[in-house]
């Protein structure tokens, strides 16, 4: 098992290359000049404590005085062994210090000492450390042929955690091609090393692979269990993972033993002899087949016939910790593929073994639980840890304030967000800012950007993105901007933008896209105009996905604007300097066409749609009404929405409520009636848009009865969209529509909460009716109206 370092020097060039390198970075001829500066002459004894006075002088970083006393101890006249090195090597893999051991390698040549296997594994362990992963595989070459298997067998698994280490995966490859050549073995530490390099390829098959091959030779252990399923775990087969717990459950409760090396370490105490799995455990390969399926039956599973008493046995604190720890893999598995009811049996698993869960599993129970069942329950189990005196992690807060967020629920998402000791990430506090965003409430985001700031929490761009769209827009909706709502616009703006400066942060194309929308908003055309070369500057213009939603934010604003000339103008540009427009920017256009009444141009627009693959939709039709209703073109509009009727375009509300709008300006109540059995026939339920055009057309020719009549028929057609048929909930808003009670029409506003603000326009209406004297009937189409506009539409379908 010896071989003279010179045959290793020679096949291992690099070990030279690496040498001279630190030789000619001036620290050898510095160290030498030292030495023969502070000797006369050589030859004399050193005494062995000089070990020591090099592996202090390397400890102390003293690189040059280690070199001299290295160069001092080889030049004595006692005879040296790969033994009076091996302290020495230890000292460069504990730090390491690889260069060093090149040092060392070339002495050791010049005295052709034998190289022991000690020697051996501090040198590749100290180059693996260093990361020369490519000279330490050839040194192991070299070994292959002079040392035992079993020697080279921790070697190679050393390897292959500086593989992991340092996510060398061809070198773990290679390293797996000369354990094979040099018919070197595996064992249980080789196995762990190997499913940490699966997991970092985010390989499944590789550790089912592992599984099936370190089960023919090994009877697992507790500590290749949780190794097993932390792996399954990580790579999302929950299955896998729950079965390899249960039998690590059943393992706990027999005979095992588990100590912990010198580093704190869980080891096992048997002896690392390969033994086949036998006996209960032949039906492990089975369980884990990808094919199978588990049913999480934890009684049948876990604890299967084992007698309480058996359960009851007290296990040693390190079986506890590896136990929990899996189950704690396996719940966090859970919360990623929101499986709650797993995870609910896990708790109830523990609970029946007597392990306490953690910070860390309620961590994972919340965030199964919350996100699948809401905050709600995420909260009762919140309450529970408390009551336990378990204080939540900040990462369970985040989940909870997150939720919380998602639901609107601003009071409870922003205590949660005062209760974390610190926030390591804006993600939380982003998803406060788009509930504010969505419920248009600036100043509860004001309190929460305020927080980050205190907390030093460096937004991101997602951050910033809300930022512009909370505080872009001075004016309420629908309101005009003037000049001091612009100058304010301005500021604000630029505040932000200076705060992203500050932080590092360029514009995306959503924040150019919100800041675009504020300035369209608030009529403030020429620094629109401004930022969009500033976009057209940051994103190429052949990006479509980044370029072309931008053109369509300002062309909107131009529409809008009712810049007509400037829209048409930037289309043209835009679709010569090779930006693609999209559905959107044809819509857009169109609408643009309807501003102008250019029904000829709008054909056009069409027809460039079909060129370019896009069908219209419900929107262009709305496009192209809006020019036939402006010169009252009413036989047109009819056979229009006719023919997108026959191409199959889904009609909606908002289209028909626009032809409702202006024939009831017009008093065409022919085309009303028309436009409300069509909807019906359609599908297409109606909102308080359509009540209200409906109900205008009759009391302005003073058709009082049917004005009432076709509201109560419209609005009960509202309120069947929103609940199924049944007479349990029917008899529920009689009461609330007939109910005497001063509080029935705060009950009735309810719903506006739940976002359900038809329900309660429709209960409202029918209110009002019934106080009017008007009976509630629950079927319209048993209403004289109803059935007139059904069959005059089907006479005057037949006419057009």
């Not at 090149?102 to 010049?110: F, L």
């Not at 089960?215 to 896998?240: A, H, M, N, P, V």
């Not at 009684?299 to 040693?316: D, H, P, Y």
């Not at 378990?390 to 998602?406: E, G, M, Q």
């Amino acid at each position: 098992s010896k071989v003279r370092t010179s045959s290793i020097v020679q096949r291992f060039p690099n070990l030279n290359a690496i040498g001279n390198g630190w030789k000619e970075a001036g620290g050898y001829n510095q160290a030498m000049r030292s030495f023969t500066s502070s000797i006369g002459h050589v030859g004399e004894p050193v005494s062995r404590s000089g070990q020591k006075k090099i592996v202090d002088a390397l400890v102390s970083g003293e690189k040059s005085r280690a070199v001299r006393l290295l160069y001092e101890f080889s030049l004595g006249n006692n005879k040296l062994s790969a033994n009076d090195f091996a302290s020495i090597l230890q000292s460069c893999a504990r730090l390491p210090d690889p260069l060093f051991v090149m040092e060392i390698w070339r002495i050791m040549e010049e005295k052709e000492i034998n190289i022991s296997d000690k020697c051996y594994s501090l040198a590749v362990r100290a180059l693996c450390k260093g990361g020369y992963l490519k000279e330490a595989l050839s040194l192991m070459n070299i070994m292959g042929e002079n040392l035992n298997c079993y020697s080279m067998l921790p070697i190679y698994n050393n390897f292959l955690a500086a593989c992991y280490e340092t996510q060398s995966v061809d070198y773990a490859s290679k390293c797996m091609d000369l354990m094979e050549h040099q018919m070197v073995g595996k064992n249980e530490i080789t196995y762990a090393q190997l499913l940490k390099l699966a997991v970092l390829q985010q390989n499944l098959s590789a550790v089912h692979e592992i599984w099936k091959e370190c089960i023919k030779f090994y009877s697992l252990s507790i500590i290749s269990l949780r190794k097993f399923i932390w792996s399954f775990t990580e790579l999302g087969d929950l299955e896998s993972a729950y079965t390899a717990l249960q039998h690590m459950v059943r393992l706990a409760f027999r005979d095992c033993d588990i100590s912990r090396t010198a580093e704190g370490r869980f080891c096992d105490v048997r002896l690392d002899i390969p033994a086949p799995s036998t006996g209960s455990w032949s039906f492990i390969d089975v369980s884990l087949d990808i094919e199978g399926s588990s049913n999480f039956d934890i009684e049948s599973q876990s604890l299967g016939n084992m007698e309480i008493s058996t359960v009851r046995k007290k296990l040693s604190a390190s079986v506890m910790k590896l136990l929990r720890w899996s189950f704690n893999d396996v719940m966090h598995a859970c919360a990623k593929v929101q499986n709650c009811d797993l995870a609910e049996q896990l708790i109830l698993q523990m609970q029946t073994l007597g392990l306490q869960p953690s910070g860390s599993t309620y961590d994972g129970f919340i965030r199964a639980i919350a996100t699948t069942r809401g905050f709600s329950e995420g909260v009762e189990v919140l309450k529970v840890m408390r009551e336990e005196n378990i204080k939540p992690r900040d990462s369970t807060l985040a989940v909870l304030a997150i939720i919380c967020s998602r639901e609107l629920e601003l009071d409870l998402a922003e205590s949660f967000l005062d209760e974390i000791y610190e926030i390591r990430s804006p993600h939380p506090c982003n998803a406060f800012l788009e509930a504010c965003d969505v419920l248009d409430r600036p100043e509860r985001a004001v309190q929460i950007f305020a927080k980050m700031k205190k907390l030093n929490l460096q937004p991101n761009i997602r951050t910033y993105e809300l930022l512009f769209s909370l505080f872009g827009n001075v004016n309420a909706p629908y309101e005009e901007g003037n000049m001091l709502s612009q100058v304010d616009v301005a500021k604000r703006i630029n505040a932000i933008e200076m705060d992203m400066m500050i932080n590092g942060l360029q514009h995306s194309h959503l924040s150019l896209k919100n800041v675009l929308k504020a300035l369209g908003t608030e009529g403030m055309i020429k620094e629109l105009i401004q930022y969009l070369h500033a976009a057209e500057n940051r994103f190429s213009r052949y990006d479509t996905y980044m370029i072309t939603p931008v053109y369509n934010t300002v062309l909107h604003s131009l529409v809008e604007a009712k810049e007509s000339q400037m829209a048409t103008k930037m289309f043209k540009s835009m679709v010569s300097s090779g930006v693609p427009p999209d559905a959107a920017t044809y819509n857009i256009m169109i609408d643009c066409c309807s501003i102008i009444g250019c029904f000829r141009s709008a054909l056009a627009l069409i027809s460039m749609m079909f060129r370019n693959g896009f069908n219209p939709e419900a929107v262009t039709l709305t496009g192209l009404l809006k020019i036939l209703l402006r010169s009252e073109d009413f036989d047109g509009t009819l056979k229009l929405l006719n023919q997108g009727i026959s191409e199959g375009i889904q009609l909606d509300v908002l289209l028909y409520d626009t032809v409702l709008q202006v024939a009831s300006e017009k008093g065409r109540i022919d085309v009303i009636e028309l436009i409300v059995e069509q909807m019906h026939l359609q599908g297409v339920l109606p909102d308080p848009s359509t009540c209200s055009h409906v109900f205008a057309a009759y009391v302005d020719h003073g058709f009082y009865n049917t004005a009432m009549e076709a509201l109560q028929v419209l609005s009960v057609r509202m309120i069947a969209g929103g609940f199924k048929d049944n007479d349990e909930k029917q008899t529920e808003l009689e009461n609330l529509i007939l109910g005497e009670d001063s509080e029935d029409e705060s009950r009735i506003l309810k719903p506006f909460k739940d976002s359900k603000e038809y329900l309660t326009v429709a209960l409202l209406q029918l209110r009002w009716c019934a106080i009017l004297g008007y009976p509630v009937s629950w079927s319209p189409s048993d209403s004289h109206w109803a059935r007139r506009l059904s069959s005059n539409l089907a006479s005057t379908s037949s006419s057009l």
